[in-house]
């Protein structure tokens, strides 16, 4: 039989004994290379994926399988995987095999998930579109002209074209959303701190977070369930309870009127959310409209503590301690400018260059400082608006997928990230579910935030009530 779309259906099919884990990973392995065109995948671990599968078989057999037996899994080419190839879709790291796992793909392997390979990224997840990527673009398989949207393209194309139930990514001002939102699936960034970092690639510290995506809110669920809670390897895991999951019969959602009044969004976006907001009306929610402080300043706000952080974290691929050596380098200057150059695509460069500018001496007050308190009044500000409800709504982002090659400016680029930003600054956790079709037959996705540590009751919400 074919793969079973879910991961909760292909638990079905195991369960009454029409597929086995073996079978599922072999059709995910013919598929994705039958696929290998829209450029999803940087590399299938195959012997390993089988490997798992057998063991997990096994397993079931004498009814000892763990919760996601049946899972078949990619991870984005960010997270270190034990014995494997992990690269940040970068010419800087060719070549690196992880010697060990990072936490959560370590509890995913543990809860009996098969990793069926590494997902194509933009470099070092700095971008929109997934165009930044050492290994190319990835086409929307939706509409292969397209860009299936970034950095996380190739994890939310892995999943809308088929090829697995679940895919791993991480989400530092949006890169798990806004793919989610042009491919057509769910994708989720929990809470700063529910997962751990340990084994993810950092891009930019206090931002970064691992997160799943999937067809539906029931497969992220059981992924986050996985994944999360504290681990020692990363001291900024948390161990507050998980709030109350309970979902109220009425629900109070908040919007921004002036995110529904921005000139970037499309109308016909802009006219579903709020048919959205209607519908939910209609079946008793009370829906609230909330003024949006400071919203001209995510973005900025955004870019300049990411990259400051960026330039910090990438500052160890220097090719002595990490990273592409030049050959033809003599002496230690040398060595870094020629391997840095060499390594590193413009996208990372620009993003480098600016964090260090943002971190000199003579402007660390005026931007990076300035940035942390602007950050700090986001972060109260957006808390505020959260007290008076359960949930903040918003479209994911401005529109629908665009056509690779289009957005050549990267200040434009930077504004696909207007809507998704906000939950990174604030360090709440943030779902986009699929919210319906544009004319132009291409998926769009609904954004819902929720106070810090309300994770599971978010993803109750978006399962429960929003079902599209
Ligand atoms: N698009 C944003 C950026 O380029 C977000 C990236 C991400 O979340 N990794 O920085």
């Known amino acids: 039989m074919d793969m079973p779309r879910t991961f909760h259906e292909a638990k079905a099919a195991l369960a009454s004994g029409a597929t086995t884990v073996t079978a599922m990973t072999m059709t995910a392995l013919a598929s994705a290379k039958a696929k290998a065109g829209l450029n999803i995948f940087v590399e299938l671990f195959e012997e390993s994926a089988l490997a798992q599968a057998a063991a997990v078989d096994a397993k079931l057999s004498r009814g000892e399988a763990g919760p ?19 690269s940040a879709a970068s010419r800087m790291l060719e070549g690196y095999v992880s010697p060990f796992s990072a936490t959560a793909v370590q509890r995913m392997l543990a809860a009996d998930a098969v990793i069926m390979g590494r997902t194509n990224c933009d470099e070092f997840a700095m971008g929109s579109s997934n165009e930044t990527s050492a290994y190319g673009a990835v086409a929307n398989p939706l509409s292969p002209s397209r860009v299936p949207g970034g950095s996380s393209g190739g994890a939310a194309a892995s999943v809308a074209a088929g090829l697995c139930h679940i895919a791993l990514a991480s989400d530092t001002g949006g890169s798990i959303r806004q793919p989610a939102s042009f491919c057509g699936v769910a994708g989720f960034k929990p809470t700063y701190g529910r997962i751990s970092r340990y084994g993810l690639i950092a891009f930019a510290s206090s931002f970064d977070q691992i997160g799943p995506m999937a067809h539906d809110v029931r497969d992220v669920e059981a992924a986050y369930a996985v994944m999360a809670g504290p681990d020692e390897r990363d001291n900024t895991t948390s161990h507050h309870p998980a709030a109350d999951a309970a979902v109220p019969a009425r629900l109070k959602v908040g ?21 959205w907001l209607d519908r939910l009306r209609g079946e008793g929610h009370t ?72 971190l000199s001496a003579g402007y660390y007050d005026a931007y990076y400082g300035q940035g942390m ?92 009530v929003f079902a599209a």
Do not use: W
């Open 68 to 86: 996601l037996a049946g899972a078949i899994i990619s991870i984005k080419d960010n997270l270190c995987y034990a014995g494997h190839r992990v």
């Open 287 to 358: 829906i609230v409209p909330l003024d949006m402080a400071m919203a001209d300043l995510f973005v900025p706000t955004y870019y300049i503590l990411s990259t400051a952080e960026a330039s910090s974290n990438l500052a160890r691929f220097d090719g002595v301690r990490y990273g592409h050596r030049a050959p033809m380098a003599e002496g230690v200057d040398e060595v870094y400018r020629k391997s840095r150059s060499e390594g590193f695509g413009s996208e990372v460069k620009r993003r480098i260059l600016l964090g260090t500018f943002v």
């Open 373 to 464: 308190r602007v950050r700090r009044l986001i972060r109260d500000n957006t808390l505020r608006s959260l007290s008076s409800v359960d949930v903040l709504l918003t479209p994911t982002c401005p529109a629908t997928a665009f056509e690779k090659g289009h957005i050549s400016d990267p200040v434009a680029m930077y504004l696909q990230d207007i809507f998704t930003v906000q939950a990174n600054l604030a360090g709440i956790p943030a779902i986009s579910i699929s919210a319906g079709r544009h004319s132009n037959g291409l998926p769009f996705g609904l954004q819902l935030m929720a106070k810090p540590f309300e994770d599971e009751r978010l993803l109750a919400i978006a399962r429960e």
């Open 255 to 275: 919007y921004y009127t002036a995110c529904m009044e921005h000139p970037g969004l499309d109308p016909e976006v802009k006219a579903q959310v709020a048919g």
